[in-house]
């Protein structure tokens, strides 16, 4: 059953957005109605707790920053369908807060070479598309060029980020893959899809651990970082978000480029071999871990956001036949795990939280992530982390088409 009532704390916090949404924005009435669909319900319990969507994941300031592009295209896939106003409204907020009639984007900064910054790019297509206005196009442009010049593996791969070397994290392949994909079906030479397939290439070659048959997070192919094994440069172990973030790559991907092209049907192979996978370790409540494989170590938890990613991912490729009908009913499973082991609602609003999200991880930097099982255990769990969110409100959708 879903749990009950939220922690004082944060009734207290809710309490306060409600009163600046309903006052300054006029987004929701209060309180929210909770025979809504979920997709709709999530993405209003957001805007009660970030009245504006730069707010998204508690920044501070507006920045451009790959959370709000996941979770912006989330509520831009449901704006499709509902064609809501105020959803529409929301998400172009925050890219005309930020993006300038030049092209420009405000706090994106293209020698950093970080491709979680290509993320927010999706949802300029869209906006585009929806607008006719060019400063859209022209920033879908700018981040383009980030990728003609972003430094690779001597395979191809791009590197995660300019700071971390020679590294191709799963992440990186949602950050990138899909923004590339469609740039090139939309504007440019079809020929260089096979770039894009060739990033999924380098990740099937190289992290693959032949005993669960499933990807670890991260690969170094200069084998020199510490957290990387010195004789294949994979990192140690699996972290279901990383899956889901391969996941979600993977299916957003084959959305985008054409059937007919000569490497679409080895990705949807290999995407369905890699949810194959990852069924193994579907906890009986549909959930998963966030060490994926290792579910009967002490310490471990299961998580939400690698959860709500591969649940994304099923439900969409069951409704856009990359995966056999029957797929869905594995999504199913993981949504009500979803809602039972991890949605909490505010009884006196109706504004729901999604629990249990790892709020960070990764590998390398400073102070150092070395990769352990005990590094996993040890960062911050918190509630409403948008790296949950997004792919709640996505799973969700899918699974109501």
């Given amino acids: 059953m879903l749990k009950g009532i939220l922690r004082a704390a944060s009734v207290v916090a809710c309490t306060a957005f409600v009163s600046s949404a309903a006052n300054a924005n006029d987004w929701v009435q209060m309180p929210l109605d909770n025979t809504q669909s979920w997709s709709m319900r999530m993405i209003e319990s957001e805007m009660v707790r970030f009245p504006e969507a730069w707010q998204i994941d508690w920044d501070e ?82 981040l383009r060029t980030q990728l003609t010049t972003h430094p690779r593996t001597e395979q191809g791969g791009f590197w995660h980020k300019k700071r971390y070397p020679d590294q191709m994290w799963l992440d990186g392949l949602y950050m990138g893959a899909p923004f590339y994909a469609e740039y090139i079906v939309k504007y440019g030479d079809m020929k260089e899809l096979d770039d894009v397939f060739l990033q999924f290439e380098l990740i099937e070659e190289h992290l693959y ?50 059937a007919e092209h000569p490497k679409t049907p080895w990705l949807k192979a290999r995407f369905k071999a890699f949810i194959d996978a990852t069924l193994t370790y579907q906890h009986n409540s549909g959930t998963w871990y966030q060490v994926t494989d290792l579910g009967n170590r002490e310490g471990n938890y299961l998580e939400a956001s690698g959860t709500a990613m591969l649940t994304y991912a099923m439900a969409k490729g069951a409704s856009l036949k990359f995966l056999p009908e029957e797929y869905k009913a594995h999504a199913e499973k993981g949504f009500a795990g979803l809602l039972d082991q991890m949605i909490s609602v505010n009884p006196d609003t109706n504004v729901i939280s999604l ?47």
């Fill in 61 to 142: 300031k507006p920045q451009w920053d790959y959370v709000h592009g996941l979770n912006l295209l989330a509520i831009t896939e449901v704006y499709q369908d509902t064609k809501d106003p105020r959803l529409l409204s929301y998400v172009k907020g925050y890219y005309d807060m930020l993006v300038q009639q030049d092209g420009s984007i405000k706090t994106y900064d293209i020698n950093k070479f970080n491709i979680d910054m290509v993320n927010p790019g999706k949802v300029l297509f869209f906006l585009y598309e929806e607008t006719g206005n060019p400063k859209y196009k022209k920033a879908a442009d700018l």
């Fill in 209 to 258: 651990d032949e005993k669960t048959g499933l990807p670890l997070h991260g690969w170094d192919a200069s084998k020199k970082q510490k957290w990387a094994d010195k004789e294949t440069g994979l990192s140690q172990h699996h972290w279901s978000r990383s899956l889901g973030w391969y996941a979600m790559a993977m299916v957003d991907v084959l959305e985008v480029v054409p």
């Fill in 355 to 401: 629990e249990q999200v790892c709020a960070v991880a990764g590998l390398g930097g400073n102070p150092y992530r070395d990769g352990s099982f005990d590094y996993y255990m040890s960062e911050p769990i918190r509630a409403n982390d948008a790296k949950g969110v997004g792919p709640f409100i996505l799973a969700a959708h899918y699974l109501n088409k």
